[in-house]
């Protein structure tokens, strides 16, 4: 009996050590589980996701730019010139041949017939680097442009003028409104070619001209008829611009604005050889040639 008492003693220290074994085994797996268990995910509110959507990725816009840079690449000569000759003019700075590339995609260092071209344009001044435009006159400002103007007494032409600078038509119509204060120039039209011409007004040079002499124009009355105008400038050794007496003659000639005639068409008549399409209408068929 003593025997038997003992092996269950040891029995239940065995089962009790087991238990509080498996209760310390338990304890350290939850306090493990706070620690290391992540926060559930909160999905994103719907509003949020309306508000900021994700872009998508598209690839057109640079396939579109590649299919650009072929196109310029592989126009005339003529067109990639005035592609740059244009970017030039509009931006008035020295390009080098690698800023051209990347500013308007013309291969001006890889296309030996583009380079020439351009380095040899009138309009173009190429200093072993850099590319810049060439206006017919350099001036800057509205300074230099009027110190140009009083160089021409005789007048220099606006097309001349119009390709200095940006701004440069602008500061003309300023000179021009100014006449009245400043007096600096004249814009007048060419009789033959209708082109304005800029005239120099010296304001230290100034012209009176007597009133007699101004009633005096004002009161010669100019003839009613253009062929009385045409001989009067003809006598005084001038030529008219026009010629009333030819386009009279033509005019009673009916010359003028006379349509060429045209050629009546033969009509092609059908014969037995004729292949009939319209087989179903006998009736357009009767009055065949032989």
Not at 24 to 43: L, Y
Not at 223 to 231: A, C, N, Q, T, V
Not at 238 to 243: E, F, L, V
Not at 248 to 270: D, F, S, Y
Request: hydrophobic content about 35%; overall charge positive.
């Amino acid at each position: 009996m003593g025997s038997l008492r003992e092996s269950l003693n040891r029995f239940k220290q065995q089962q009790e050590k087991c238990q509080s074994t498996l209760t310390s085994i338990a304890a350290g797996s939850k306090t493990s589980n706070r620690t290391t268990t992540p926060a559930p995910r909160v999905a994103p509110a719907a509003s949020t996701l309306a508000k900021n959507p994700v872009p998508a990725v598209k690839f057109s816009n640079d396939t579109e730019r590649l299919q650009h840079i072929n196109n310029v690449r592989k126009s005339p000569v003529g067109a990639q010139i005035k592609k740059v000759i244009d970017l030039l003019f509009e931006s008035r700075q020295a390009f080098t041949a690698e800023q051209i590339n990347e500013a308007c995609y013309v291969d001006v260092k890889g296309n030996k017939a583009v380079f020439e071209s351009l380095a040899k344009n009138p309009k173009v001044n190429y200093d072993g680097k850099r590319f810049s435009y060439k206006s017919k006159h350099n001036v800057r400002d509205q300074k230099e442009l009027l110190r140009l103007i009083r160089t021409f007494a005789e007048g220099i032409a606006v097309a001349d003028l119009k390709d200095a600078y940006p701004t440069v038509m602008d500061d003309l119509q300023v000179m021009v409104v100014a006449l009245k204060a400043g007096r600096q120039i004249w814009l007048l039209s060419n009789f033959d070619s209708q082109e304005e011409i800029a005239y120099p007004n010296d304001p230290r040079v100034p012209i009176k001209v007597d009133d007699e002499l101004k009633q005096l124009f004002r009161s010669i009355e100019l003839p009613r008829d253009m062929l009385d105008i045409e001989r009067d400038l003809q006598k005084n050794g001038m030529k008219p611009a026009t010629n009333t007496a030819k386009r009279r003659v033509m005019a009673q000639n009916g010359n003028i604005l006379n349509k060429p005639k045209q050629k009546k068409k033969k009509k092609t008549e059908i014969s037995k050889r004729t292949k009939l399409t319209n087989a179903h209408l006998p009736e357009l068929f009767r009055n065949l040639n032989g």
